[in-house]
């Protein structure tokens, strides 16, 4: 199962295993908000591993909001410990959770990305308020989202309508562009250069930008 996931992937957690988890670290149970996501069954979110995690567990987090104080709440649970990986949640489901000065946005967003054949998931304080009803968003709150893109021309393509949207916005278009394998590329870091910094499961590398399909398509068929 480890072997599958991707960083940003949503994961429900059994009873058992959040009873597990909060008991394997007693100060974690003690943080505000963290008893009543387990109760109440939220999502946890795979994050990338840290240096002091276990090679076999995997490592996720859960995205407190804001008035809980930094830094954010890390845990690594069995596999068994999962009872299903969700879907991604589509921006298009979120439109009635944002604020209204972020929608004429959202609806270029939308438009532009369906034009490149990407439709954005969410991830960030929009995709968390929306799931759990507490207050994530605020007056400097960023747009968090993910693309899925599966060649070079498409990955141009849709950072030149980002960035479209992202000079007369009012927010901060924040986000990554997933390559067939997982991996994931900030789209203000898609410029033309040489080589891209890419994030994985396990660790941030530099990539040669003009093989970075060739590449990632080979390692996705590998998993």
């Known amino acids: 199962m480890i072997e599958s996931l991707q960083r ?26 963290v008893p009543e996501w387990a109760g109440r069954g939220w999502p946890v979110i795979v994050r990338r591993y840290l240096p002091e995690d276990a090679a076999g567990l995997i490592p996720v987090a859960i995205p407190l909001p804001p008035q809980a ?15 299903a ?20 946005t ?19 304080s929009l995709l968390w308020q929306m799931l759990t009803g507490l207050t994530y968003l605020h007056e400097r709150s960023d747009l968090d989202l993910l693309w899925r893109v ?6 141009e393509e849709l950072v030149r309508s980002i960035a479209r949207c992202a000079r007369k916005c009012p927010m901060r278009i924040d986000g990554e562009l997933v390559l067939p394998d997982g991996a ?8 033309g250069a040489a080589e891209v910094l ?11 930008t003009d093989q970075l399909f060739q590449e990632s398509w080979r390692a996705g068929q590998a998993v």
């Open 85 to 104: 990986p969700l879907p991604p949640v589509a921006l298009s489901a979120c439109l009635d959770a944002a604020p209204v000065a972020w929608r004429e």
């Open 106 to 124: 959202l609806h270029s967003l939308l438009a532009s990305s369906e034009r490149c054949g990407c439709a954005p998931a969410v991830f960030g």
């Open 150 to 155: 599966t060649r070079h021309e498409q990955a």
């Open 198 to 208: 890419v994030r994985t499961l396990h660790r941030v590398e530099r990539r040669r």
């Open 69 to 83: 104080g930094k830094p954010g709440a890390t845990l690594q649970l069995q596999p068994e410990e999962i009872h």
């Open 8 to 33: 940003h992937a949503l994961l429900r957690v059994t009873t058992l295993g959040w009873q597990r988890a909060l008991a394997r670290s007693p100060a974690l149970a003690s943080r505000p908000y």
């Open 184 to 191: 994931g590329v900030h789209w203000r870091e898609w410029d």
